[in-house]
């Protein structure tokens, strides 16, 4: 059961999210705005996870394939390389939240500075969970 709930998720996110688009599409009119955002942006994400997760499959590998694939993943090369990348995108997504809350609270302040805020705080706060686990992974 669970082997089949793995194969066939990715393919649900997609047709998920094809729903969502056409319903804010079709009710457009019928629905607030706020509603019509969120079912766009419900179906971005589902669109993203779904098809990254169908780019990710491995199910049409030969078992060769499928070794090597494996053994490229936890290859020490790669897995710095993984880590350089995981590091210069955090450094580049903080710079860019800082950007985003000076410019919130430059124009616009109140309740999404307070947002704005918690996320970056957040942003930060994943950051030192990661590095704490990474830390005892090796």
Same mark, same amino acid.
């Given at each position: =059961?669970?082997?089949?709930?793995? !194969?066939?998720?990715?393919?649900? +996110? ?6 969502? $688009? $056409? ?10 705005? /706020? ?30 394939? /499928? ?9 020490? !090369?790669? &897995?710095?390389? !993984?880590?350089?990348?995981? =590091? ?7 710079? =860019? *939240?800082?950007?985003? $809350? +000076? &410019?919130? /609270? ?11 805020? &918690?996320?970056?705080? *957040?942003?930060?706060?994943?950051? +030192? ?8 992974? +090796?």
């Amino acid at each position: =059961m669970k082997e089949w709930c793995k !194969r066939i998720s990715p393919f649900m +996110m997609f047709v998920g999210a094809v729903a969502a $688009f $056409f319903a804010a599409i079709l009710l457009r009119e019928r629905i607030p705005k /706020q509603l019509s955002l969120a079912l766009c942006t419900l179906g971005g994400v589902l669109i993203g996870f779904g098809v990254t997760a169908i780019a990710l499959s491995t199910k049409g590998l030969t078992p060769e394939e /499928q070794k090597e694939i494996e053994r490229s993943e936890t290859d020490e !090369r790669n &897995v710095a390389i !993984r880590e350089k990348a995981a =590091m210069s995108s955090w450094y580049w997504t903080l710079y =860019m *939240l800082w950007a985003a $809350f +000076m &410019v919130i /609270q430059i124009f616009v302040g109140g309740l999404w500075g307070v947002a704005i805020s &918690v996320v970056i705080v *957040l942003h930060c706060a994943f950051y +030192m969970i990661n590095i704490h686990r990474w830390n005892k992974k +090796m």
